[in-house]
C-alpha cells in the first residue's frame, strides 16, 4: 500500500514503534499467562492486553482473543470519560465490567492504569480478562436461564482497585464476598495488574528511549495508517447493499428462535452494517451489547478484507455499525447478556463472511464452522481439597472448509482463538474423570474441501455431587456448507446416569426447555457428561476434491470406503489408492 | 441540531442509548429534528447518518417469516449441494 504520511514521523519509525508497542502487548500477555490462577487465563489465554492513548483510543494489543476487539476499542473511552482525564492519579487502577458500559460480558473484566509522563497524562495500559467465576446464580457464571443482567454475577462500573499503588480494600473486599473462588479472583486479578505494570514500565522506558513527541505522534499516525488502509479495501468492493440473516434456536427461556438481519452497505470507502431489522431482545442471555455486535462485524471484515492491517482505534472510522436498542443486537438494560460474547458474536461473524460477503469475495469465504463455544460451567466442593470450585469450560469445534484448504480440526471458534485445557490439567484442578476427548472425523461436512472435525469428550463424575450448566446453540441447525459442500454435524448435551452405559440427552433426561442451554443441574458421582461439538461444513462439491486426499481420508477414518464412492466419486482399490482411470469414468459419468 | 449535556446524579446507574445506532450515550448526545421527532445520537454526524440510512432502507426486502431447518446449506445464501 501506498502511503502519505501526515506527520513527521516515517513510515520505518512508524512501523518499528508500533511493533515495539505490539510487543509491550505480547510482554504484558505472556506475564498473565504465567502468574494466573485459572486455567482459563494460563491455558485458555482468554484475554486481550491493551496500549490506548490519553482518551482510552485503542493503539495496539496483543491480538489474543479477537472477540474482546468491541470493548477494546470502546471500554476505556467510557471509562475515561465516565472518570474525567483530569481525575486519574499516578497509581491509579481502575477495574470494570459492565456490558452497559462498553464491556461485551460481565466475566470480562477490563483494567486500565494511567500512564504520566512529566506529570501529564499520556497513554493508558489496559487489559480485558475472563474471571473464570464472577458470582451470579450459576457457577462459572454463565447462567443461560438467567433472565436479567443482575443473575450473571457482580457488575462493576469503573471503579478504583489501586489508588496511588495501594489496593482500595472495601472494593477488594466486595468483589471477593461476591465470587464463589475468591482465591483464584485474587490471583488472577493480580495477574491482570502485574501485566499493567509491566506495561507501563516499558512504555515509560519507550518514552525515554525514543522521545515522548515522536511515540504519541505514532499514536496518532498508526490510527490514521489503519483508517487509509482500510478505506482502500472497502472502495475495492463493489458498491451495493448485502443482505444476511442468522437464527438462534431457543434463548434457554423458550423454545422460540430468535433472528438477527444484517443489510451491510457498501458505499465508496464506507461501510454501514444496519442490524436495526433483527429480532427483539431475548428473555434469555443471547442477548448481545452493542459492543459484541461491533465486534463480530468488525472481526468479519477484517477476516475478509483486512489483510496485515494494525489493528487499533482507527478501523472504526470508516466503518458504521447501527443497531437498535432493544434487539438482540443491543440490549437495553436490564437484558441478560452473557452469552452474547460466545455464541451469537461468532454466528454473526459466520453470516457476515459467508451469507452476506461471501457471494462477493468466494475466494475468502469459509463453510460454516462449529461456531458455538459450547460452554459448559461447573463447580461444587472438591472431596480431595474441601474447596469450593468452579469452572469456566469451553469445547473446541470443527471449522468449515475454506477456498484452498480444508477446516482445522477441533479449534476454538475464530472470533475466540483461544486453547483447549489439557485433559491432564482438567484432571488435576476438578473432579472429572476422563473417558474419552476424540476428534468426530466421521461427522465433517463433506467437500473439495471438508469441513474439520469437532470433538467428543466424554467425563464421569468423581465427586458426590457436580453442579453443571450449559450455554450453546446449534442442536438443529448444522453448520453449512459452501459452493456445493455438505452440512457439519450438530452440537449434542448428553448424560450417562451412573449404572447405565446408554447416553440420552439432557433435554430428555431432565426435562428441558433448550438441548443447549440449562443451568444448575446437579450430578452425582459416576454419572458420565458427553459433549460432541459440531463439525465443520464442506466446501465445494465433493467430487471435486482431490482423489489421493479421498483416499487419506478413508485411511483416517473421515469416511468410510464406500462413501468415497457414493459422495466423492472415487474408486478405491483393495489396497485403498484411488484407481484414477475408474475414478475418472464415475466422475465423467456423474455429470460433473 | 445542538449538543446538549446528559446530567445525571451519581446514584443514577440508568443507561442512555443512541436513537441512530443504538450505541451508548455518555455524558453529552448530539439532538436534532427528523421530521418533527427529537432524536439523540452519540455522534455529530450520525444526524447525516440518519438522512443516509432512510433512502438505504427503501431498498431493503421484506422480513420473511423464518421456519428452522435442520438442512443448512440450502439457506446459507450460497449455492447448494445439487441433489
Not at chain 1, 41 to 69: K, Q, V
Not at chain 1, 258 to 284: C, K, M, N
Not at chain 1, 563 to 575: G, H, M, N, P
Request: with cysteine; proline share 5%; aromatic share 8%.
Amino acid at each position: 500500500m501506498t502511503t502519505k504520511m501526515s506527520s513527521e514521523v516515517n513510515k520505518v519509525t512508524l512501523t518499528l514503534i508500533h511493533r515495539q508497542l505490539v510487543n509491550i502487548c505480547d510482554e504484558m500477555a505472556v506475564s498473565m499467562m504465567r502468574t494466573a490462577y485459572s486455567p482459563i487465563f494460563s491455558e485458555g489465554l482468554d484475554f486481550s492486553t491493551l496500549i490506548l492513548d490519553r482518551e482510552g483510543y485503542l493503539i495496539a494489543n496483543a491480538g489474543l482473543n479477537p472477540s474482546m476487539l468491541g470493548a477494546s476499542l470502546y471500554a476505556a473511552t467510557w471509562i475515561v470519560r465516565e472518570v474525567g482525564a483530569g481525575n486519574f492519579a499516578e497509581g491509579d487502577v481502575y477495574v470494570h465490567n459492565d456490558p452497559y458500559r462498553g464491556g461485551s460480558h460481565m466475566p470480562e473484566h477490563m483494567m486500565v492504569m494511567p500512564v504520566f509522563e512529566a506529570g501529564e497524562l499520556v497513554a493508558f495500559i489496559g487489559n480485558i480478562a475472563h474471571m473464570a467465576e464472577i458470582g451470579g446464580m450459576a457457577p462459572g457464571s454463565f447462567a443461560a436461564t438467567a433472565t436479567d443482567v443482575y443473575q450473571e454475577g457482580l457488575r462493576l462500573p469503573p471503579v478504583l482497585l489501586y489508588r496511588n499503588g495501594e489496593p482500595v480494600q472495601d472494593i477488594w473486599r466486595i468483589i471477593l464476598s461476591n465470587h464463589r473462588t475468591p482465591k483464584d479472583s485474587w490471583g488472577d486479578l493480580h495477574a491482570m495488574y502485574g501485566s499493567l505494570k509491566i506495561g507501563k514500565r516499558r512504555l515509560l522506558q519507550m518514552f525515554a528511549d525514543r522521545g515522548l513527541d515522536v511515540v504519541t505522534q505514532v499514536f496518532s499516525d498508526i490510527q490514521d495508517y489503519t483508517e487509509r488502509g482500510l478505506r482502500e479495501k472497502i472502495r475495492a468492493l463493489p458498491d451495493g447493499i448485502y443482505h444476511g440473516e442468522e437464527w438462534f434456536e431457543d434463548d434457554g427461556i423458550t423454545a422460540t428462535p430468535y433472528g438477527v438481519r444484517l443489510s451491510l452497505i457498501v458505499d465508496g470507502d464506507e461501510i454501514i452494517f444496519d442490524f436495526t431489522r433483527s429480532d427483539p431482545q431475548a428473555d434469555g442471555p443471547i442477548n448481545a451489547p452493542y459492543v459484541v455486535t461491533m465486534s463480530a462485524s468488525l472481526n468479519a471484515l477484517l477476516y475478509m478484507i483486512g489483510g496485515d492491517l494494525p489493528v487499533n482505534a482507527g478501523l472504526n472510522r470508516p466503518v458504521r455499525i447501527v443497531t437498535k436498542a432493544g434487539t438482540i443486537c443491543c440490549v437495553r438494560l436490564p437484558g441478560s447478556c452473557v452469552g452474547g460474547q460466545t455464541e451469537y458474536q461468532p454466528r454473526i461473524m459466520e453470516m457476515i463472511m459467508g451469507k452476506v460477503l461471501g457471494p462477493i469475495l468466494p475466494e475468502m469465504t469459509t463453510a460454516a464452522s462449529g461456531n458455538t463455544s459450547l460452554n459448559f460451567l461447573f463447580g461444587g466442593l472438591d472431596p480431595r481439597t474441601g474447596d469450593y470450585y468452579a469452572h469456566y469450560h469451553f469445547e473446541a469445534t470443527g471449522w468449515g472448509g475454506r477456498a484452498h484448504t480444508d477446516g482445522n480440526n477441533a479449534t476454538m471458534p475464530p472470533h475466540a482463538n483461544c486453547r483447549n485445557t489439557p485433559v491432564e490439567i482438567f484432571e488435576s484442578r476438578w473432579p472429572w474423570i476422563h473417558e474419552q476427548y476424540t476428534l468426530a472425523r466421521q461427522e465433517v461436512g463433506h467437500g473439495e474441501h471438508r469441513g474439520g472435525a469437532g470433538v467428543v469428550r466424554v467425563i464421569e463424575v468423581a465427586a458426590e455431587t457436580i453442579t453443571v450448566s450449559a450455554l450453546s446453540d446449534r442442536a438443529s441447525q448444522a453448520p453449512w456448507g459452501a459452493f456445493g459442500g455438505g452440512d457439519g454435524s450438530l452440537t449434542r448435551i448428553e448424560i450417562s446416569p451412573a449404572g447405565r452405559t446408554d447416553f440420552v440427552s439432557f433435554q430428555e433426561h431432565f426435562r428441558l426447555i433448550s438441548p443447549t442451554k440449562f443451568t444448575n443441574i446437579r450430578l452425582h458421582r459416576g454419572d458420565r457428561v458427553r459433549l460432541s461439538s459440531p463439525s465443520g461444513g464442506g466446501y465445494g462439491l465433493p467430487e471435486k476434491r482431490d482423489s489421493e486426499l479421498v483416499a487419506i481420508d478413508v485411511k483416517d477414518g473421515y469416511i468410510t470406503h464406500d462413501q468415497a464412492t457414493s459422495i466423492y466419486r472415487v474408486i478405491l482399490d483393495e489396497k485403498g489408492r484411488p484407481d484414477d482411470s475408474l475414478t475418472i469414468a464415475l466422475r465423467k459419468e456423474s455429470g460433473r | 441540531m445542538s449538543w446538549q449535556e446528559l446530567r445525571k446524579p451519581w446514584h443514577d446507574t440508568s443507561v442512555d442509548y443512541c436513537d441512530v445506532c443504538g450505541n451508548l450515550l455518555i455524558h453529552n448526545y448530539w439532538e436534532f429534528d427528523s421530521e418533527g421527532e427529537i432524536l439523540r445520537a452519540c455522534r455529530q454526524d450520525d444526524e447525516s447518518l440518519w438522512a443516509r440510512l432512510q433512502s438505504f432502507r427503501e431498498t431493503y426486502p421484506s422480513i420473511v417469516a423464518k421456519s428452522l431447518s435442520t438442512r443448512q446449506s440450502t439457506d446459507a445464501g450460497l449455492p447448494a449441494i445439487k441433489e
